[in-house]
């Protein structure tokens, strides 16, 4: 190691992969505060949600290596339990006409920001709830659980016409989401996932995803490090639903189906599940692709009404090139580079020197550790 790289503290690379997330995120934002175009800041806004909400899937997709369908239903469950918490009783009986004016729920509302952390922990509770059962069982079928999970709750709120107005559209939700709130939770959900992964929970999470046995052999509880991961991921969707539902403010349960799910997982898959980095970047991609080709289907079918040649290639109205592009795109990248665009791993320090890991240490089984996170986390490809 030469003097330049050895004088280089440890805890500077440590923090360097995190930083470099952080920092052109935060730069992006401020330009899209002070460059104030409408469009622009929406599209912008409605990205730093959907960072939170992938980043949240990766804290538990990516560390266990168990494909989850669920997030997307812990994301309704924040998104009708913030309008639930935020409304006053004069609003509930607007907008949720079928609510007894006996409830509780209907004189009880709390600040914007309270309303967010405290739905964030119900769903969170429901989560752990659920997961004692559901996290024992194997990988694979735990896969196919999720999915049952959000059809169960998606179905409850389809049937909950106090609470959600059912299959209709909810309406009258106060627009409480803005760029610094987006921006702030999705900088606060990649620290937190970043920190998760590399502690010693989330070092034996990724060994009980690379091997079981072995893992079960050096003590860890495969059991209670899967669900920790699973609480505190269902705790961040439920935040990122409940900024959506106050930025977007019209909306159903339809809207957090298989579109969604598609769209999130897609996001995570074409980062690369196994690091953060990767649920950041793809988000940003693919945020970013979304927006061009819908730009430019809606070019080519205002052109299609003036300029001929555009009619005579199209004939008829062009739609779904985004969902194509993005299908084709999930496709090429599962053939092509399965381990997504980041290969899961984090930004590393670029000037050499990394400290290379070293060896575990035996643990007691009593201990169900398997001692502390090295700094480089890990690069492995992740199994679903």
């Keep these: 190691m030469n003097r330049s790289t050895s004088a280089v503290p440890e805890w500077v690379r440590a923090w360097f992969p995190l930083v470099v997330l952080l920092v052109p995120l935060l730069l992006l934002a401020v330009f899209s505060r002070y460059y104030n175009g409408v469009l622009f800041v929406r599209i912008m806004t409605m990205m730093f949600i959907y960072i939170g909400l992938v980043v949240s899937l990766q804290t538990f997709m990516g560390n266990s290596g168990i494909a989850s369908f669920a997030h997307v239903g812990f994301m309704l469950i924040g998104a009708y339990g913030s309008i639930l918490f935020t409304m006053t009783s004069a609003q509930k009986s607007f907008t949720l006409p079928e609510m007894p004016t006996s409830w509780w729920l209907h004189s009880f509302h709390l600040p914007f920001g309270p309303a967010l952390m405290l739905t964030g922990l119900v769903t969170a509770a429901f989560a752990g709830l659920i997961g004692i059962p559901l996290i024992r069982i194997g990988r694979t079928t735990l896969g196919f659980a999720t999915f049952a999970l959000l059809i169960v709750i998606r179905i409850v709120a389809l049937s ?158 062009v739609v779904g090139i985004t969902d194509f592009a993005l299908a084709l795109a999930l496709l090429l990248i599962l053939y092509r580079r399965p381990a997504g665009i980041m290969q899961g791993r984090e930004f590393a320090w670029p000037f050499g020197g990394r400290k290379t890991p070293a060896p575990l240490p035996p643990v007691s089984p009593a201990a169900g550790s398997a001692g502390p996170a090295s700094a480089d986390g890990d690069g492995g490809n992740v199994s679903t």
């Design 160 to 317: 909950s016409d106090p609470l959600t107005r059912g299959t209709r559209t909810v309406v009258g939700i106060s627009r409480f989401t803005t760029l610094e709130y987006a921006v702030g939770w999705a900088l606060l959900a990649i620290v937190v996932s970043y920190l998760f992964k590399e502690s010693g929970l989330g070092l034996r999470l990724r060994t009980a995803r690379e091997d079981e046995r072995a893992a079960a052999g050096i003590g860890v509880n495969i059991v209670w490090v899967r669900w920790a991961a699973w609480t505190l991921s269902a705790f961040m969707a439920a935040v990122a639903g409940g900024l959506w539902a106050h930025y977007i403010t019209v909306f159903s349960p339809h809207a957090f189906w298989i579109p969604t799910n598609f769209l999130i997982i897609s996001m995570l898959i074409i980062g690369g599940q196994g690091s953060v980095a990767g649920a950041v970047v793809g988000t940003v991609v693919v945020s970013g692709v979304a927006e061009g080709l819908r730009s430019l289907e809606y070019t080519l079918n205002i052109q299609r009404q003036s300029v001929p040649l555009v009619a005579q290639l199209f004939p008829q109205q």
